[in-house]
């Protein structure tokens, strides 16, 4: 017996509390088309299972078959942060922008660029505990009443 995508992708939407599939698709940072597409299809980019399984801190064993136990040990993914997450998908989506940002690479400076490079690099290292600070610093940043995201105000 093979896996089965749809399935997949309900357990996606439980597991998240997402509403609908397009929920889905934006928490994937794929479009509503691109998930419909891999539903029709049968399959789903195992980088987007992992994904998700990350962000929500679930077994990736209980995404794609449905048994076992639903969390991983030790998970990092929390409710909270797993809803920041949705939120800023969910905004980007509806193409809600702040002053003095951005999202088309082209638009950025050299800095810009430098330093996304990066960011990322330290992301996707293996320290953990780096990964968890930033995300916490750029959340705290965006939430402060004097950060970035109280600019656009």
């Known amino acids: 017996m093979g896996v089965q995508y749809k399935d997949l992708i309900e357990r996606m939407r439980w597991a998240g509390k997402l509403k ?11 479009t509503p088309q691109a ?20 962000i929500f801190g679930l077994s990736v064993d209980w995404l ?11 998970a990092e993914a929390t409710e909270a942060g797993a809803k920041s997450y949705i939120q800023a998908a969910e905004e980007t989506s509806k193409g809600s922008r702040t002053a003095g940002t951005t999202t088309d690479i082209e638009q950025l400076s050299p ?12 992301m996707r290292g293996d320290d953990s505990s780096k990964t ?22």
């Open 35 to 54: 998930l419909s597409n891999y539903k029709k299809r049968g399959t789903v980019p195992t980088d987007l299972v992992l994904k998700f399984a990350k």
């Open 111 to 122: 800095d810009e660029l430098i330093y996304m490079g990066k960011l990322l690099k330290v």
């Open 64 to 74: 794609i078959n449905g048994t076992g136990e639903i969390f991983r040990a030790g």
């Open 132 to 153: 968890i600070a930033i995300k916490h610093t750029i959340d705290a940043l965006l939430d402060s009443k004097d950060g970035i995201g109280s600019q656009a105000s």
């Open 20 to 30: 609908n599939d397009s929920a889905v698709a934006r928490v994937l940072g794929v």
